[in-house]
Nanobody, 125 residues
């Protein structure tokens, strides 16, 4: 059974920081690139960040570039998203996902085959 479990969401004031974690079961994680996405009420799910298996390649969505940092600890089967300088526009449910094997694309939802249940992040003004 493939499992991805996000945690670390919560309520934070504008300008604050949060660190999200995504814990994966062993088979889920080994050798796979991972991504973070988010979905605000009434909006489509959007790409936030991507990290390769080796952590040598990372990408960010334009809205979070320079404020968010994605990282991973393969020994712990965990991916992280450090979010800084948070804005009300960052309010959303944040999801981690496993990218399919055999694709080089990273921003589109259909390149990911397993998703976590999401964690709510709310940024107050």
């Amino acid at each position: 059974q493939v499992q991805l479990v996000e945690s670390g969401g919560g309520l934070v004031q504008t300008g604050g920081s949060l660190r999200l974690s995504c814990a994966a079961s062993g088979r889920t994680f080994s050798g796979y690139a991972m991504g973070w996405f988010r979905q605000a009420p009434g909006k489509e799910r959007e790409f936030v960040a991507f990290i390769s298996w080796s952590s040598g390649i990372v990408y960010y969505g334009d809205a979070v570039q320079g404020r968010f940092i994605i990282s991973r600890d393969n020994a712990k089967n965990t991916v992280y998203l450090e979010m800084n300088s948070l804005k009300p526009g960052d309010t959303a449910v944040y999801y981690c996902a496993r990218r399919r094997q055999g694709t080089a694309r990273y921003a589109e939802l259909d390149n990911y085959d397993y998703w976590g249940q999401g964690t709510q992040v709310t940024v107050s003004s």
